[in-house]
Each structure stands twice: as C-alpha cells, then as structure tokens.
C-alpha cells in the first residue's frame, strides 16, 4: 500500500519548490536490503550487548571485538545491495531534487547506488583505518577472520566508523550542521531519531526554517515534533510514487 495521496502530493509541490533539499537516512532505509536494524524487536542490539562495541573495549580487547565487529557488520554486509528506495534517492539526486544525502548508516548503500554527494555521519565499512598514522585501507584487502593489523605501524586497524564512546568525525559533522541550515527541505526516511548527536540534525534544519517530509513505518521522535509531511510505509514504494508524480505532472 502507497502513501495517502493527498500528503504525497503536497510532498512533490514541497519538493519541487525547493532550491535546496538534503536526505536524511537511517537504518529503515536499508530493511529492505537485508540489513538488520539496531534497535527494535529484532535488532541487533537485543542479540548483542552495545557495551561490546565501546571504542575502550576495542583497544583492550582487539581480538575479542573483531571477532564479532567481523561476525555481525562485515559477513552481514558483504552480500547486500542497493534496494529501489537507495536508487530512487540517486535518481532523485541526478535530476537535481537532491543536493545531498546525510546518512547514519554504515552499510555504503547509499554509495553503492550510484549517489554522488554523500555524508556519511557515522563512517563507512568500506575502509580501515589505523589510529596511529591515520592512514586508511580498503577493508576487502584484508582477511577480517583475523585481527586486520597496519603494515606501518603493526597495530590493529580499526572500521572506519564511529563506536560508542568516539566523536563523530569532524568534517562530517561540520557539513551536515551547514548543510542543515542552508537546506529549503529535510526528507527524513527510516530513522527513529533517538540516536543523537545525529537525531539534532532535522531539529536544526527546522529551526532554520526549513520544511520536513518523512518516510517512515511507524511515527519516530520528528513526527509529532517538527514533521509537515508524513508518508507512512515503505521507502522503497513511496519514493518510486515520488518520481512517478514528478515524472508524469
């Protein structure tokens, strides 16, 4: 079942008004591909202890934490694609609707889809990185059954993305916070806003006057707040109905 006409419509005017419009993608977006979400009845957090992934613990404990950083995030994601809400958002991006998409998923879906101008705010898991010389590698030139270790330094490498515990990159966090304030238009789609300091981001871009559209299952901690367009249910079908009506009015 699509989105109520009515709001999908005022959608499309609210998009093509626009001059600026920034994405904004959790892990509801990637559902779709396979990917497990973190919270919620069967998200990864109910199997696994997020303790585990503390970046304390992974300096103590390198072995331990690669095992299941290997187990639950890199053999989970090696096989997953793109699904028709990832590509939608690259069309919607090439026909110029997009400027931008901030993602808080790890999983290079958005990347893999042919998107161009992609914040990444949590990192990605296509690279590694050591922590001593800063030098990145690519995380499939590496056995990861094993403990990946930096042929400079002879430390353990590191994923590239944020632990708890760990600041979120600088420069990702400083062209999110800009491009929130320029944008004309948020599309939310598939987070629930409780992780922060990502969940700010929607919040700043209201703030500064910017309008908001969410895609989403269920209602998320924007909806009540600061939504002016909620489409309920899959990203994949409403974002394809999206470019339907822009194709055809």
């Not at 973190?38 to 304390?56: A, Q, S």
């Not at 999983?107 to 705010?121: A, M």
């Not at 598939?190 to 895609?215: D, N, W």
Request: charged content about 25%.
């Amino acid at each position: 079942m699509g989105a109520d006409l009515s709001q999908l419509k005022r959608a499309v005017y609210l998009l093509k008004q626009s001059k600026c419009t920034v994405c904004f993608t959790g892990a509801g977006i990637s559902v779709e591909s396979g990917v497990p979400s973190f919270r919620g009845e069967d998200g990864l957090w109910e199997k696994y202890n997020p303790d585990l992934f503390e970046i304390d613990y992974f300096y103590k404990h390198p072995e331990k934490s690669w095992a299941l950083i290997n187990k639950i995030f890199f053999e989970i994601l090696k096989d997953k694609k793109p699904n028709k809400a990832h590509y939608a958002l690259a069309k919607l991006e090439e026909l110029g609707y997009i400027k931008a998409i901030i993602t808080q998923n790890i999983d290079n879906l958005h990347y893999l889809s042919g998107s161009k101008n992609i914040i990444e705010y949590h990192g990605n898991s296509r690279t590694l990185v050591c922590k001593k010389c800063g030098k990145k590698f690519n995380a499939s030139d590496f056995d990861l059954s094993s403990v990946p270790m930096c042929p400079h330094c002879n430390i353990p490498l590191k994923p590239d993305f944020v632990f708890f515990g760990e600041m979120i990159p600088k420069e990702a966090q400083e062209k999110s916070e800009e491009l929130m304030r320029q944008c004309e238009l948020v599309i939310i789609i598939g987070t629930s806003g409780l992780v922060y300091p990502a969940a700010f981001l929607p919040m700043l871009a209201h703030k500064s006057g910017a309008k908001i559209i969410e895609i989403n299952k269920t209602f998320s901690e924007y909806t009540d707040k600061i939504v002016d367009v909620f489409l309920e249910g899959s990203a994949s079908e409403i974002l394809e109905e999206i470019l339907v009506e822009l194709d055809t009015h």
